[in-house]
């Protein structure tokens, strides 16, 4: 009896070390909590505010919300799939960090696409910021709401009077050497074009990558640059794309940039939120009042055809006179 028992402290410590210090829990989910503040443990219901870094097993940054600049906001929902990091939230308090690892076998077996990286897991390290407890009793509800709503409406403002200061420090460390536009779009013409800038009613044909200030690529349609960066999809086509200029079709950052360019010109646009996503972001890619870097490469401009024929509305047929029935 004792040898058996021995055997398992054994293992256990084996087991213990083999993970690293992670401890198991369901759905092939490991944890480790690095700051514990002893606090009321997240239960279902409550609203949570927490940063995160999702990476790969070779700490290949996947997402990171501190990038972003604006942390996530959700609430601690029921009845949630074994396996989702969301279950390791029940050990943790307001204040506290952990590190999980999502073994990508087990994800997939449950319906899971699986991702295009290398490795065992998807790691994830989190940081919980804020905790509003659901509570009980007869106001329970809208003392809720109004706490979570009264928090939400403090982080927006917070990154709405942060924005100006980040991207004016962007261009300053970056040392860019540009010009603003009156709506205040900061353009660098990195190479000159030929021929006329693009116009209202263009098709521009180019490249793009799309940065945050952070130096983060969110998006692009360049291979080499996806491919370096850990941004490839194989079910993408890289190829240069075309945008109506000056229709409203995209950003108003783009719609500006893109007039003020000529076909071969490689140009940065620094856009305030103002001429990009806004106030309501666009998400979970971008952040609320979040400046966004663009490199853009104009392949060609296309006009419209002159000849080509106009359309002509169809002709209104008159409306017959009604005349009232005879009694």
Known sequence: MKKNLMFLVIAAV??????????????????????????????DGD??????????DGDS??????????????????????GDVANIFQYLAEGDSVTVKANIDSMVKRGMRRPPIKGKYIVYEIKIEKVIPKGTGKDADSTFNGQVKKYMATQVQAMAKAEDAKMKKYIADKKLNGTTTADGLYYIVNKPGVGDKAALGDTAELFYTGKFLTGKIFETNIKEVAQKN????????YKPIRVPVGVKKVIAGWDEGLQLMSKGEKATFVIPSKLGYGEQGYYPVIAPYTSLVFEVEVVDIIHPNPNAPKYAPPALQPTAKLTPAKK
Not at 62 to 81: D, H, T, V, W
Not at 232 to 237: K, T
């Open 61 to 82: 940054v996947l997402f990171s919300s501190y990038e972003q600049g604006a942390a996530s906001n959700s609430i601690m929902q029921k009845n949630r799939p074994v």
């Open 14 to 43: 084996g087991l213990a070390s083999c993970n690293g210090g992670f401890k198991q829990a369901p759905g092939g989910l490991l944890y480790n909590i690095h700051i514990d503040k002893s606090g009321p443990k997240i239960k």
């Open 47 to 56: 609203f949570i505010s927490l940063n995160a870094v999702t990476k790969t």
């Open 230 to 237: 850990n941004n490839y999809n194989p079910g993408l086509q």
